[in-house]
T-cell receptor
Framework: NAGVTQTPKFRVLKTGQSMTLLCAQD?????MYWYRQDPGMGLRLIHY???????AKGEVPDGYNVSRLKKQNFLLGLESAAPSQTSVYFC?????????FGPGTRLLVL | AQSVSQHNHHVILSEAASLELGCNYS??????LFWYVQYPGQHLQLLLK??????LVKGIKGFEAEFIKSKFSFNLRKPSVQWSDTAEYFC???????????FGTGTRLKVLA
């Protein structure tokens, strides 16, 4: 049981480039979440999903898109990266209240 | 608006000292409260949670938290900290229905050996 995995672990982008972060869970969880973690700001919810094929906006959705085509995967896309999107991105999944977090993706946008 | 406040951003303690980290929330619905911990280089993991009932909840690794409704608080405590408790601690309030969290800004705890 791998739990929640995230790909890639680290990435450097230039301003304007695009990329997709992949989150995968093998626990058959309905709910999945994407957060960003910035110093002094804690974790902020970007987007979330309450089931396959559904997505919704969180606190800080601007500049990001998501898709949940398969129950086990939750993709986070940056269409045109900006330096303000430099952050650590965490994915989480849950069946109910306890969220299980992935190891994070460190993204640097130059 | 829903929010969670953690007023202690950095705390430094010596081993065996007692710990109390503050958490205050503002939330209009049914309150579901959590504390998560992030050890250096690791991902977040659940310490404890409160939904209802006994306002004093016990979690893993000797941590406990007390829900005080009149103060809108859910403070985390540990009677005697260890060097291995060095980590960042996050308080969160959960939204019924979507199970999404609103996190506080976190408190970095450093325990000196």
């Amino acid at each position: 049981n791998a739990g929640v995995t995230q790909t890639p672990k680290f990435r450097v982008l230039k301003t304007g480039q695009s990329m997709t972060l992949l989150c995968a869970q093998d626990m058959n969880h309905e709910y999945m979440y994407w957060y960003r973690q910035d110093p002094g700001m804690g974790l902020r919810l970007i987007h979330y999903s309450v089931g396959e094929g559904t997505t919704a906006k969180g606190e800080v959705p601007d500049g990001y898109n998501v898709s949940r085509l398969k129950k086990q995967n939750f993709l986070l896309g940056l269409e045109s990266a900006a330096p303000s999107q430099t952050s650590v991105y965490f994915c989480a999944s849950s069946t109910a209240w306890t969220q299980y977090f992935g190891p994070g993706t460190r993204l640097l946008v130059l | 608006a829903q929010s969670v406040s953690q007023h202690n951003h950095h705390v430094i303690l010596s081993e065996a000292a007692s710990l109390e980290l503050g958490c205050n929330y503002s939330y209009g619905g049914t309150v579901n409260l959590f504390w998560y911990v992030q050890y250096p280089g690791q991902h977040l993991q659940l310490l404890l949670k409160y939904f209802s009932g006994d306002p004093l909840v016990k979690g893993i690794k000797g941590f406990e938290a007390e829900f005080i409704k009149s103060k809108f608080s859910f403070n985390l405590r540990k009677p005697s900290v260890q060097w291995s408790d060095t980590a960042e601690y996050f308080c969160a309030v959960g939204d019924s229905g979507t199970y999404k969290y609103i996190f506080g800004t976190g408190t970095r705890l450093k325990v000196l050996a």
